[in-house]
């Protein structure tokens, strides 16, 4: 008889572990893996997955069983027999748990220090979060941009700062996720193994804009990169530079300082709702007016928007020629004069 019932809730425990087994394997949970991180992330996913499935069959084998071979008959209205707990069952649940708790740090502690390792000569991009936008800057070809551009297989050093509040940089197909601290220098590390774009998500609560606060991972080969950064070598090195060795270009500007990031402008692309509408709110403006709402957006509050959202630095962190590179092309986008 005990013999029987073991096998039952063996059977009741396989049958769950496979129903649930299914969902945690067929069902598509994770994005497409497109760097040497994620398999690594990927690892200690289905490790867990695979010892929360066999706790789960256990559990739900002893219950389902117990459920229906101890259920009360409709006419019993006694209370239960008092029982007094079992030691050596107490000890052994409580064991194998605790192994299990850290066997999953260990292999999660492991394959996170693998994924954080980078070799000496790893290239570095400095990333920039502000609200609500991200730049990008490339030491080595002195560019920054409003996206980040990597080479696939090529180990890279992403080193994050934040210049107003908290961000969290995250790339859903590399994994690898990082808060971006004002003050602190984080880091993380990102090796790309499939050319393509993905995009590139705040997932901390930043204000506002959080929602639009994206950008685009463009993972390029070898020989687009080496293009890419021979293009941009040229640049000068300051936001939104074309990297072409002429003047600023006012659209990289607006695209690299994060103004797409909260409002509409037709000329850019750009359909953000956090700010006031530029191709409105701009039309028929003068150069004295577009020049104030940038470097010091409290001086005027659209109607309906809220003072303090919009950066009040861009005049220090934007030089002179990105500066007037940006005046024009807003008065040029809106057919202001």
């Given amino acids: 008889m005990r013999r029987r019932a073991i096998i039952q809730m063996i059977v009741i425990g396989v ?8 969902v945690a394997y067929f069902v598509p949970w994770l994005p497409d893996a497109a760097s040497v991180q994620a398999g ?6 289905w490790f867990v997955a695979i010892v929360c499935v066999v706790i ?22 006694d209370d239960g027999s008092p029982i007094h707990g079992h030691t050596g069952l ?6 194998i748990p605790t192994a299990l708790v850290v066997a999953m740090a260990v292999f999660s502690g492991i394959n996170l220090s693998r994924a954080e390792a980078l070799p000496s000569d790893a290239r ?8 609500f936008a991200w730049s990008f800057q490339y030491p080595g070809v002195e560019k920054t941009s409003g996206d980040l551009v990597l080479e696939v297989d090529v180990p890279v050093k992403i080193v994050l700062h934040a210049n107003d509040v908290i961000h969290s940089f995250w790339v859903p197909e590399f994994r690898m996720k990082q808060d971006a601290v004002p003050g602190i220098e984080t880091t993380t590390a990102i090796t790309p193994t499939k050319v393509g774009e993905y995009d590139v998500i705040c997932t901390e609560l930043c204000g506002l804009g959080h929602s639009v606060m994206r950008a685009k991972a ?7 990169y080496a293009a890419w950064e021979k293009e941009a070598g040229g640049g000068g090195g300051q936001a939104g530079g074309t990297g072409t060795g002429g003047e600023a270009d006012g659209k990289a500007v607006f695209d690299s ?3 797409g990031g909260c409002h509409t402008l037709s000329a850019a692309g750009s359909t953000a709702e956090v700010g006031p509408d530029l191709d409105t709110v701009l039309a028929g403006a003068d ?41 024009q092309f807003l008065l040029d986008s809106t057919g202001s004069s």
């Avoid at 690594?40 to 996913?45: A, P, S, T």
């Avoid at 570095?124 to 609200?131: D, F, I, K, L, S």
């Avoid at 463009?218 to 687009?224: G, K």
């Fill in 287 to 327: 150069e004295p007016f577009v020049r104030e709402s940038i470097i010091d957006p409290n001086a005027e509050i659209a109607e309906g928007y809220q003072p303090n959202v919009m950066p009040g630095d861009y005049e220090e962190r934007l030089t002179d020629e990105d500066l007037d590179a940006l005046v």
């Fill in 15 to 22: 049958l769950a572990g496979i129903v649930t087994g299914g």
């Fill in 40 to 45: 690594l992330i990927d690892e200690v996913y």
């Fill in 90 to 95: 107490e000890i052994w649940w409580t064991a």
């Fill in 124 to 131: 570095v991009v400095e990333v920039t979060a502000q609200q």
């Fill in 56 to 77: 789960f069959a256990l559990v739900a084998g002893v219950a389902l069983y117990a459920g229906w071979k101890f259920r009360v008959a409709d006419d019993d209205m």
């Fill in 218 to 224: 463009i993972v390029l080969s070898s020989e687009d």
């Fill in 257 to 259: 300082a994060g103004c």
